[in-house]
């Protein structure tokens, strides 16, 4: 059984960061590309940023909206995924969901949240003063 669980979320003011984590288990990490997707207050899920499996290339994606601000890393040897967000602004305000790809890489459908197949619980980001 696939288990994703995310941690590292909280209230950060504008112009902070964090680092989100999700630790994976019940299937092969290193072998999948994995992401993280996000859902604000009132709308639908939004792709962040993705990450092809070593393998694969290891190739990243980050939507426009967090490119330049948000850094996707991945340890195969602890089987877990990192999100360093920087310079936060009150738009990243979201819960954010760590997320495996039914794909090794990261390119197919890139930005389609429909790439993934499982996706944790969840662990809210809020950017507020």
């Known amino acids: 059984e696939v288990q994703l669980v995310e941690s590292g979320g909280g209230l950060v003011q504008p112009g902070g960061s964090l680092r989100l984590s999700c630790a994976a288990s019940?299937?092969?990490?290193?072998?999948?590309?994995m992401g993280w997707v996000r859902q604000a207050p009132g709308k639908g899920l939004e792709w962040v940023s993705g990450m092809s499996s070593i393998g694969a290339g290891g190739a990243t994606i980050h939507a426009d909206s967090v490119k330049g601000r948000f850094t996707i890393s991945r340890d195969n040897a602890k089987t877990t995924l990192y999100l360093q967000m920087n310079s936060l602004e009150p738009e990243d305000t979201a819960v954010y969901y760590c997320?495996?790809?039914?794909?090794?890489?990261?390119?197919?459908?890139?930005?389609?949240?429909?790439?993934?197949?499982?996706r944790g619980q969840g662990t809210q980001v809020t950017v507020s003063s």
């Open positions: 019940g299937f092969r990490f290193s072998d999948y590309a």
């Open positions: 997320a495996k790809s039914k794909y090794a890489t990261i390119l197919y459908n890139r930005g389609d949240v429909n790439v993934f197949d499982s």
